[in-house]
């Protein structure tokens, strides 16, 4: 599981129980189930748009401009995306940190935010689209 989903889980669990112990001392009416009920959303919302755009598998092209982003394990939803194209979101160490733990790295084609998902084994294939990401270049075969 990749760590922003602990994160989110941990996060609104505790609001959860936090609007309960709020609720003991005072009671909340039909507060309660409206609070509780914003958190529910927000763990829902971040966990679907975090898992939604979590690339699980990406592939080099034979022509070495471009790459294959995989969609989830389920749908197989597959992108080619230019490597050119591709930004990246954080520092480049935060890549050292997927090959430890599960977590996702986010990267930006064009307008949209997609998220690298699982250790940095399964996420990328060839450790030379990692260099052409932070470079911003193309790969010579």
């Known amino acids: ?14 609001g959860i129980v936090g609007v309960h112990m709020i609720s003991m001392i005072t009671p909340l ?4 189930m409206l609070a509780n009920a914003c958190f529910s959303f927000n763990y829902l919302w ?9 690339v699980t598998k990406m592939d080099l092209s034979a022509d070495g401009k471009s790459v294959n982003l ?3 394990r ?3 939803k597959v992108v080619n995306v230019q490597i050119k194209d591709i930004s990246k ?5 935060a890549l050292v940190e997927t090959y430890e733990e599960s977590s996702m790295f986010p990267i930006r084609v064009g307008k949209s935010t997609y998220y690298l998902n699982g250790p940095g084994q399964e996420a990328i294939k060839n450790g030379e689209v990692f260099r052409a ?3 911003g270049q193309s790969i010579k075969l």
């Open 1 to 14: 599981m990749p760590w922003e989903v602990k994160e989110a889980t941990f996060k609104n669990a505790m």
């Open 29 to 32: 009416g039909p507060g309660y």
């Open 46 to 54: 971040t966990v679907t748009s975090l898992m939604r755009n979590a």
């Open 70 to 72: 995989t969609f989830g």
């Open 74 to 76: 389920t749908n197989g």
């Open 89 to 93: 979101v954080q520092n480049e160490r």
């Open 133 to 135: 990401i932070i470079n």
